[in-house]
């Protein structure tokens, strides 16, 4: 089987060589092998954990919620029933995060409507309405 190198391994999954060490130093790819040389020398396996974390990252997960999938992958008594209310938890903490920008838009948009673009600084709509922001949060 063809072991990679980190430049091969990163050339393959669209990732830079530090952020795959990052990877192994935070735990998500099993540090590989040295070479003789010294280089790191991947097993090909390690392109499709990379591109489960990708994929996850994708989908608004974070690397410590990675680290948590993978674990869960790892448990033997673990069904998909519990990757899928992992999931579900994700849909939830997007759909929260969507309500407040939508919210965050609506206020920009209101201090920003408010403001004429002229005249002094300390007078602007816009500084006004970012001093009283974080009383309405």
């Known amino acids: 089987m063809e072991r ?4 091969r391994l990163a050339q393959k999954t669209g990732l830079g060589r530090e952020t795959i060490r990052y990877y192994e130093r935070r735990g998500l ?3 590989p ?3 003789a040389s010294g280089y790191r020398d991947y097993p090909q396996e390690a392109i499709g954990v990379l591109g489960f974390i990708k994929g996850a990252q994708a989908l608004g997960f974070t690397l410590r919620e990675v680290a948590e999938l993978q674990a869960l992958i790892g448990e033997s008594k673990a069904v ?3 990757m899928r ?9 997007i759909e929260t995060k969507i309500k407040r920008l939508r919210s965050i838009r609506q206020s920009l948009k209101k201090i920003i409507k408010a403001c004429p673009g002229k005249g002094p600084l300390s007078e602007c709509s816009i500084v006004v309405g970012l001093e009283g922001a974080d009383k309405k949060s």
């Open 33 to 35: 092998p040295r070479s």
């Open 80 to 82: 998909c029933g519990d």
């Open 85 to 93: 209310d992992r999931a579900l938890l994700k849909l939830e903490d």
């Open 29 to 31: 790819i099993s540090p």
């Open 4 to 7: 990679l190198t980190i430049g």
